[in-house]
């Protein structure tokens, strides 16, 4: 790492704090869980964690329904875990990120009960998006919107109001018009800066400022495929009519919100930061969140969405690095998530997994690894009864929904639910993962754990790793990838299925994917489907 504020070039890894590790044997993770994981997170490498949400919530979209920002639900613990958490990440050397979810409460809020206690056209309800419907009763939504996970965004109340939920129906969206949203989420934002955390995930960074809501959308249907991060076989051509102008995603408004956040932030010690979840047409827009008085960083996801393509994957980093001049704001390098296939299973193969990996670890800024991934895990298959998602259950099962990538993590290839608690885990594990536990793979000196143990060592050691700047680009052959970045690394990304031979200035091998290639006489032969870091 080179860049002296920490968020810059860091290597931040995302728990999932229900499938991360489960202390009590209930079956779900918990914070202590994650407490007792921490060891092997500092023996990897990683600079901070970012934990999905733990707050007070009755878990119908995996806690991204919160009732209570500002307390824990039992499920994970209490208030007392997540203090003796983020203090344990600090002693290990290692930040704290929390989520923040300010597109919409659970119905469970207190909030959303006053808002269906009190009249039409009330303060309470005035804190949510509530609309009387179409029809001559009313009996019809007021608009066409579809939720991201199907079905109409739209749930009618026992007076006959409707809400707005651009999610699950549990989901209430907050009207941000409203300034008690405001002033509560500053309050959340405060009450965890003073517990200590070094920074904020925005949910839904783009949702939250709503225009026009009573207008149609032309397609709807579409729309919410062209929303979906798991969704990938949509064109960017028809992705941009559809997302081009959306009335409740990627509004001016939101930028005031980060601007004051962002004040927030400048207020407390310690380099605070906060990463948007910003998903909008076209990508270029996403370096609008990371303008100087905005957010830090803003997840890649154009890059994320791409296959294994070495043309695409050059274009996509010389775009996202010229669109981030202007701001100031370094890259981010996602390969996937909570929401999205494992990147394994993304692009077909754990050896091609492997030398994205790399090659994202090699570019400039920060990267963000999903727990599981430095294992090399794949989406798991699962039986639909054992499907959770909102996804699935409100599509009917057309949409198998992203428990896939949230199947509990396998730390012992000999105990019971492979170490992951005594508990029957919430997600059925494979049978087959043995293969892939940590305590497996930390001794195997060609596994996934061990390639990535060893790029976080050099991100931290090599000085032309992390950091900033632009590669250096060098001719390559059709399907290859080949930059250098000063002083003395040079990369070659063989994302082809042959042997290739390229002719580079290095003298040594830092790393590799995968084995299989040879150095001689400044000739590499790489290896099908490897990436290498070499001196130069
Ligand atoms: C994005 C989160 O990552 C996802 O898991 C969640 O379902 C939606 N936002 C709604 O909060």
Same mark, same amino acid.
């Given at each position: ?30 914070? +202590? ?5 921490? =060891?092997? %997170? ?23 329904? @919160? ?35 300010? !597109? ?29 419907? &179409? ?7 007021? !608009? ?64 939250? #400022? ?33 997302? *081009? ?46 303008? +100087?008085?905005?957010? !830090? +960083? ?15 994957? /050059? ?48 570019? $400039? ?12 895990? =794949?989406?798991?298959? %699962? ?16 949409? /198998? ?61 090599? $000085? ?27 990369? @070659? ?5 042959? &042997?290739?031979?390229?002719? #580079?200035? *290095?003298?040594?091998?830092? %790393? ?21 870091? %070499?001196?130069?």
């Amino acid at each position: 790492m080179n860049s002296p504020v920490w968020w810059r070039d860091a290597a931040i890894y995302q728990v999932y704090p229900r499938s991360f590790r489960d202390s009590n044997g209930d079956g779900e993770g918990d914070l +202590q869980g994650v407490i007792a994981g921490l =060891p092997y %997170l500092a023996d990897l490498g990683v600079d901070a964690i970012w934990l999905s949400p733990f707050y007070k919530s009755p878990n119908k979209d995996g806690g991204y329904d @919160v009732s209570d920002p500002r307390d824990v639900d039992p499920r994970f613990g209490t208030l007392a875990d997540a203090k003796d958490l983020i203090a344990a990440a600090h002693a290990h050397g290692i930040k704290f990120i929390t989520d923040i979810v300010p !597109n919409h409460f659970s119905a469970d809020h207190r909030w959303f009960q006053e808002a269906l206690a009190a009249p039409k056209g009330s303060i309470a309800r005035s804190r949510f998006h509530f609309y009387d419907g &179409r029809g001559e009763n009313g009996e019809m939504p007021p !608009n066409n919107w579809i939720s991201i996970f199907r079905g109409p965004a739209w749930t009618r109340t026992p007076d006959g109001q409707w809400y707005l939920h651009l999610f699950d129906s549990s989901q209430p969206d907050l009207n941000w018009d409203n300034p008690d949203v405001a002033a509560d989420f500053e309050e959340t934002l405060r009450f965890w800066l003073d517990l200590g955390v070094d920074g904020f995930r925005i949910d839904v960074a783009h949702g939250s #400022v709503k225009e026009d809501i009573l207008i149609d959308h032309r397609d709807p249907e579409r729309l919410v495929d062209a929303l979906r991060l798991d969704f990938l076989e949509i064109s960017e051509a028809e992705r941009a009519g559809l997302l *081009g102008d959306i009335p409740f995603f990627d509004r001016e408004g939101v930028h005031d919100i980060y601007r004051s956040w962002r004040r927030i932030l400048n207020e407390y010690s310690g380099d605070r930061m906060a990463v948007a979840e910003a998903f909008v047409y076209p990508s270029s827009r996403a370096a609008r969140y990371v303008r +100087q008085d905005e957010l !830090n +960083q803003v997840f890649n996801f154009n890059f994320m969405m791409l296959g294994w393509d070495a043309a695409a994957m /050059k274009a996509s980093i010389e775009g996202t690095l010229a669109e981030l001049v202007d701001v100031k704001a370094p890259a981010t390098w996602v390969l996937n998530n909570h929401d999205t296939p494992r990147v394994v299973t993304r692009i077909g193969s754990a050896r091609k997994a492997r030398a994205l990996a790399m090659l994202t670890h090699s570019l $400039p800024g920060g990267i963000y690894i999903y727990q599981g991934e430095e294992l090399g895990l =794949p989406s798991a298959d %699962l039986p639909d009864a054992a499907r959770q998602d909102p996804a699935f259950i409100r599509s009917g099962g057309t949409d /198998k929904g992203r428990d896939e990538c949230r199947v509990p993590l396998p730390w012992s290839s000999t105990l019971a639910n492979y170490g992951y608690g005594a508990g029957k885990p919430w997600l059925p594990q494979p049978s087959d993962w043995a293969q892939y536990a940590m305590d497996v793979e930390v001794k195997v000196p060609s596994s996934s754990w061990t390639l990535y143990k060893k790029s976080l060592a050099l991100r931290h050691s090599h $000085p032309a790793l992390g950091g900033e700047g632009v590669p250096t680009w060098i001719d390559a052959p059709l399907g290859v990838m080949h930059f250098t970045r000063e002083p003395g690394l040079e990369v @070659v990304v063989n994302a082809t299925d042959e &042997r290739v031979t390229v002719a #580079v200035s *290095g003298t040594s091998i830092l %790393l590799e994917s995968a084995d299989g290639s040879s150095l001689q006489d400044g000739r590499l032969a790489i290896a099908a489907n490897t990436t290498i870091w %070499l001196q130069h």
